[in-house]
């Protein structure tokens, strides 16, 4: 099976480990001196139409794909999950 660029930007990319979805491929790197691609990379989600900030950009080796399929792509590692912060506690609030 061939495929384009293009064509990957429209698979959803899911995790076999913990069957969550992870986004959709946005980039991919290539090594040049093999012409091999190394990894897809998918961009970080942006927090509040980005005013602060995005989070970090997932980037998928190619030993970690499983599979290539029609309408998504399986990879066989976990998604990073976010720290939650702890919340900040009000000067006036009493506990």
Known sequence: MN???SD???KEVI???DGTRIGYV???IVDTKTACIVAFVIFGRFFL???F???EDFIIPWEKITLIGED???ISCKTPRP???PQKRLFFWKN
Do not use: P, T, V, Y
Request: aromatic share 4%.
């Open 83 to 85: 720290e939650k912060k």
């Open 72 to 74: 998504a792509i399986i």
């Open 8 to 10: 990957l930007r429209h």
């Open 53 to 55: 900030g995005k989070r």
């Open 49 to 51: 139409f980005g005013i």
């Open 15 to 17: 995790s076999a480990a």
């Open 26 to 28: 946005d980039d991919i």
């Open 3 to 5: 495929c384009r660029l």
